[in-house]
């Protein structure tokens, strides 16, 4: 399981990493790119994605409490069990592009 030590992560590329049941809590993530990287049952509960793309990614039952998504692209990408809902209200603009959801 990986835990992530930075609170902030800045312009950085992820590439086929495994977030399974990783904590990324309170992290902060801007100007950030994922692609085929696992966020399966991933605690992300008050994380912050901003302007940040995912591309090919499995985003299947990760906690998402208070977390802010601001301008933050899915594309080709497997969304299953996400409650939107949970996430920050006033931080959410998403889209997606040939998404499984």
Same mark, same amino acid.
């Given at each position: ?8 992560? =800045?312009? #950085? =590329? +992820?590439?086929?990493?495994? +977030? ?7 992290? %902060? +993530? #801007?100007?950030?790119? &994922?692609? %085929?990287?696992? &966020? #399966?049952?991933?605690?992300l ?14 985003? =299947?039952?990760? %906690? ?19 409650? &939107? ?9 998403v #889209?997606? =592009?040939?998404?499984?959801?």
């Open positions: 399981m990986l835990n992530f030590q930075q609170k902030e992560v =800045t312009e #950085s =590329t +992820f590439a086929d990493e495994d +977030f399974s049941e990783a904590s990324l809590a309170e992290v %902060r +993530f #801007s100007h950030c790119k &994922f692609e %085929r990287c696992d &966020f #399966s049952n991933a605690e509960c008050e994380a912050s994605f901003e302007s940040c793309d995912f591309e090919s990614c499995n985003l =299947t039952n990760p %906690r998402i409490q208070k977390t802010k998504m601001q301008g933050v692209r899915f594309a080709d990408s497997r969304i299953m069990g996400v409650n &939107f809902y949970e996430g920050d209200p006033f931080a959410l603009d #889209s997606f =592009t040939r998404c499984q959801i």
